[in-house]
């Protein structure tokens, strides 16, 4: 096996081998190496640059507001452009309340999927129902919205929610008198759509679970439950975090299928049985007619709804550093 | 897997060999007898017509080259095997005289029983604590758990060394400590049986000549069965030793794996009967 060697480098009779290498090193491999590395850099880079650009403008814009309504930007619920008053107090009410009810719902939901497609399905079923659940994240949310207003709400979502008024009803968060479309009825079909991303990726969490730790537990006469409590979910906790956090980061942001269910009444109430409102669906509805300072106010409640995503993300992160230490 | 089903042939095997291998000590009925085992995977043979005798409180250990079914063997006597799709075993494993593989036999009973320590440590992400007492737990034990925990690290001599981060994660520990937490974990559930595959594999020659003196005291009071690639090691711990050998079929492109000879270790390390387990043991091959 002979390496190919340039013909200058054959010519010159004083190169040694290791100058002759070093040489064609420099011509090929140094600098596409340089060039990919700088590719990167500047992809990874830009990422950040538009991050910054972003929050930098977005506050910009909102800043008139921001000084003219103070803190009670975010602490009023009155909402009232025509007279110059906004308060989103009830928006961002209304975007937490959607978003907890989906994951308190998706959450038991995706991890029983997964749970069932990586340990206890039949290894022929395992492809078609993930492939299936997979599919589910793509559905556009203006169709699971028109669904959730058409098809679930009067064959769900209504009889649900005064089915737990009825039982529930002394209980505040279920007072009725109820609604489909509520708090309720969005945050069902938010769960819905979160599902598939929540599934798929604690499905990938659980199958990286080491099979010398699933042989442990079994070895010890562990049940297919109990190995799973005992060695799959603890090396998975960290996972489920990060996957639940995407799907809220999802459900924090999701528009128009909240527009179409959430019945935009902006009132802070206690019962997730009426209508409410929340930050995405406002600013989709209201947009088109804003006049300018509605628009910039509009613009602030983005920023507030940024600035909730991060704050979630970042205590998520932190939770997931205290969890890998222990 | 019952009488019925073994042919005749299968019988004189197994008969064969019972003569071969050493006598069972009298009032010590083995604790596990196993008689024309064969292994399939997915329909190819891995092991075929095994029949050997473990011997309660002894070492056995379980040797040949790589790819000989060593693992394969091992992981019958709890079935470990069921845990791998294709897997399909024949022939008789007894334990105590009862079919582990019998209709009706729930396999996680048969694992309460007889332990087992793997290749690679293989710890639980929790702490110290919470590995020991996992079997325990899962098998309801009603007892003082504290007791219990300090009994088995005690007995893995494990416990000097941990008993200060009790609460720590079992992650934290070296390899050979780990391994030891594993062997540690096994012995909480009380088996009479503790099933090693490699056990010092992954470990030091520090760490392993530990695992071995530990052997050798866990041997008063369990039954244990060794799986090693390390000649030396089933010549230094075990009491009776299975050589195991591949067998190949050209024409057909499958391979398998045989029981060679059973017997002393001493007589297999001094005295072997078959030219294939001389050659082995002697460092010719594997």
């Known amino acids: 096996m002979s390496e190919p060697v340039s013909p200058e480098a054959l010519s010159t009779a004083s190169s040694t081998r290791a100058e002759r290498f070093r040489r064609e090193r420099t011509r090929l491999g140094r600098r596409a190496d340089t060039l990919f590395a700088g590719l ?164 990938e969490v659980f199958r990286a679970v080491p099979v010398e730790d699933r ?18 979910l603890p090396r998975s906790r960290a996972g489920i975090v990060g996957a639940t956090m995407l799907g809220l980061g999802r459900a924090l942001g999701e528009t128009i299928a909240v527009a179409l269910l959430i019945g935009s009444r902006a009132e802070v109430g206690a019962s997730i049985l009426k209508p409410g409102y929340s930050i995405a669906a406002l600013i989709a509805n209201t947009f088109g007619e804003a006049n300018p300072e509605g628009i910039r106010a509009l613009v602030g409640a983005g920023v507030v709804l940024f600035a909730i995503t991060i704050m979630i993300n970042m205590a998520a992160r932190m939770l997931v550093w205290r969890m890998v230490e222990r | 897997m019952n009488e019925n089903t073994i042919s005749l042939e299968e019988n004189i095997t197994a008969t064969e060999r019972g003569s071969e291998g050493p006598a069972p000590a009298f009032g010590a009925p083995s604790v596990f007898t196993v008689r024309g085992l064969g292994v399939h995977y997915g329909g190819l043979p891995a092991l075929r017509d095994v029949s050997l005798d473990v011997q309660p409180r002894e070492i056995t250990a379980i040797i040949g080259p790589s790819g000989c079914g060593k693992s394969t063997l091992i992981r019958c006597f709890n079935r470990m095997n069921d845990l791998i799709p294709g897997a399909e075993v024949s022939g008789e494993v007894l334990y105590h005289g009862e079919d582990i593989y019998a209709a009706g036999v729930d396999p996680v009973t048969v694992r309460r029983r007889i332990g087992m320590v793997f290749q690679r440590p293989n710890p639980f992400p929790k702490s110290v604590y919470d590995n020991v007492a996992f079997g325990a737990r899962i098998n309801g034990y009603k007892g003082d758990m504290d007791e219990l925990v300090e009994r088995s690290l005690r007995r893995a001599a494990l416990w000097d060394e941990v008993k200060s981060k009790l609460r720590k994660s079992a992650l934290a520990l070296s390899g050979g400590q780990q391994q030891r937490l594993c062997i540690a974990r096994a012995i909480a559930v009380e088996p009479d049986v503790i099933l090693m595959d490699e056990p010092a594999s992954a470990l030091d020659p520090i760490a392993t000549v530990r695992i071995e003196d530990l052997m050798q005291e866990l041997k008063q009071e369990y039954s244990i069965v060794i799986v090693t690639h390390n000649m030396q090691q089933a010549a230094r711990v075990s009491d009776r030793t299975a050589f195991l050998y591949t067998e190949v079929d050209e024409a057909a492109g499958q391979r398998w794996g045989i029981l060679v000879e059973f017997g002393d270790t001493s007589d297999i390390f001094t005295r072997p009967r078959d030219k294939r387990t001389e050659d082995y043991v002697s460092g010719r091959f594997g």
Do not use: C, K
């Open chain 1, 215 to 232: 042989h442990a537990a079994y070895a010890l006469g562990a049940t297919r439950w109990e190995m799973i409590r005992g060695a799959v």
């Open chain 1, 40 to 203: 990167t850099a500047l992809a990874g880079l830009l990422v950040l640059i538009i991050l910054a650009y972003m929050v930098l403008t977005t506050t910009n814009v909102a800043l008139p507001v921001f000084r003219s309504q103070g803190l009670s930007f975010v602490t009023s619920a009155t909402w009232r452009p025509a007279d110059g008053q906004f308060g989103i107090l009830a928006f961002v009410y209304g975007t937490l309340v959607t978003s907890a009810i989906a994951l308190v719902i998706a959450v038991p939901l995706s991890l029983g999927v997964s749970l069932y497609l990586v340990e206890v399905a039949p290894r022929w079923l395992r492809g078609p129902v993930a492939y299936a659940v997979d599919l589910l994240a793509a559905v556009p949310s203006v169709v699971y919205g028109l669904w959730g207003v058409f098809v679930l709400l009067p064959l769900f979502l209504q009889p649900a929610a005064e089915f737990l008024s009825r039982t529930l009803g002394f209980i505040p968060i279920f007072a009725g008198p109820a609604s489909g479309i509520s708090y309720f009825g969005a945050g069902v079909v938010l769960a819905i759509m979160i599902v598939p991303i929540i599934s798929s990726l604690s499905r």
